[in-house]
Nanobody, 118 residues
């Protein structure tokens, strides 16, 4: 059974920073891709950032230049460093891990709340 556990969310003022962590119960190299998605009230869950097994990263246009996804394979963790936070970044952030192709699977964490307000 795969478990993804997020941590690091909280309340921050606009312009502030937070780092989210996702701890996986399995070797992160067993996943083709990992990343972060977020869902705000009344909105569909959207991709924020992702990183492939080969280290290729992708970011939503809205967070490019502000957010950075990194990983630490020794700790089976993926991080999301969020800088210059805006009120519109307020959402529940979910860790994601998945496999593609024949082995296609999707795993989600329980989410961590990020609130950006003054």
């Amino acid at each position: 059974q795969v478990q993804l556990v997020e941590s690091g969310g909280g309340l921050v003022q606009p312009g502030g920073s937070l780092t989210l962590s996702c701890a996986a119960s399995r070797n992160i190299f067993s996943f083709d891709i990992m990343g972060w998605h977020r869902q705000a009230p009344g909105k569909q869950r959207e991709l924020v950032a992702s990183i492939t097994g080969g280290g290729i990263t992708n970011y939503a246009d809205s967070v490019k230049g502000r957010f950075t996804i990194t990983r630490d394979s020794a700790k089976n963790k993926v991080y999301l460093r969020m800088n210059s936070l805006k009120p519109e970044d307020t959402a529940v952030y979910y860790c994601y891990a998945g496999n593609i192709g024949v082995r296609k699977t999707d795993y989600w964490g329980q989410g961590t709340q990020v609130s950006v307000s003054s």
